[in-house]
């Protein structure tokens, strides 16, 4: 059975958006998945009316999605308080386990963090954000708490810029400002985007989060498509990241596509 690419639309930022063939969207299952997302690092525990001001639900029908939530073990409650259970990492390891580029690209990366002696990363872009899928941190002291899974905004990070960079066409971005130096103009991002692209690597200093600078590239598919980028990222004035280090990073991100190759060849 096929679809045309018409009746398909984004639910990234609205639940109640269908994601496939209208006909076929399950919205119950949507409003689950945003009561699971309405948990984040700066609220780990809410209450019932938290959760349902932050999905847009009245607190019937979240009080219904976190007791079927509580029952499948993905969320725990004192009574008043709801919070997520290590088990949901199960939905992100479930997506981890089935993609090959994680497990290929870390020894890559191990190799490089030895000769550069820097953190080194593999990220994907998932709408307006950036997703680590494979990281090697060295034992420096960061400000940023980065692991599997970290999300940041792709308009802000080395590696977002990359893989916005071969976007095409390139979907309209919300800009904020997270450090005095982040680019929060439309007409500089895009410019910028263009350059990246020309040049073919990225490096981004102190627009994410102050003190940390980063230089990014991409890494391909078979067929030429951009699918990650892979970075190595620093503390501000540590190295010339260009000089330093951009020759070993093309190095590590030709090994990663040329292991891609030989997994997904048939």
Not at 17 to 35: F, K, Y
Not at 134 to 150: D, E, F, H, K, Q
Not at 234 to 263: F, K, P
Request: some cysteine; charged content about 25%.
């Amino acid at each position: 059975m096929t679809w045309s690419t018409g009746s398909w639309q984004s639910a990234r930022d609205d639940p109640g958006t269908a994601v496939g063939p209208v006909s076929e969207h399950v919205r119950s299952l949507a409003r689950g998945l945003a009561v699971i997302r309405a948990f984040d690092a700066d609220a780990p525990a809410l209450t019932l009316s938290d959760v349902a001001r932050r999905t847009d639900l009245t607190r019937a029908a979240a009080r219904r999605f976190l007791i079927t939530l509580v029952e499948l073990g993905y969320v725990r409650t004192d009574g008043r308080l709801f919070s997520l259970t290590p088990r949901v990492l199960e939905l992100g390891f479930a997506y981890l386990s089935s993609l090959s580029l994680p497990e290929i690209a870390a020894p890559h990366l191990e190799a490089l963090v030895e000769r550069v002696h820097e953190s080194a990363s593999v990220s994907v872009l998932d709408g307006p954000d950036v997703v680590y899928v494979a990281r090697v941190p060295t034992s420096r002291i960061m400000t940023l708490a980065i692991t599997i899974g970290t999300r940041f905004p792709a308009y802000a990070t080395s590696m977002g810029r990359v893989l916005l960079a071969a976007q095409s066409p390139r979907e309209p971005i919300v800009l904020r400002p997270l450090t005095d130096r982040t680019v929060t103009d439309p007409a500089v991002l895009d410019r910028e985007l263009d350059a990246v692209a020309a040049a073919g690597f990225c490096v981004v200093d102190e627009e994410l989060e102050l003190g940390v600078r980063s230089i990014a590239v991409p890494v391909r598919d078979a067929a030429g498509t951009v699918v990650a980028a892979a970075n190595v990222g620093t503390r501000a004035g540590s190295a010339d990241l260009v000089r330093d280090v951009l020759l070993e990073l093309r190095a590590c991100a030709a090994a990663i596509e040329l292991d891609l190759r030989r997994t997904l060849s048939p």
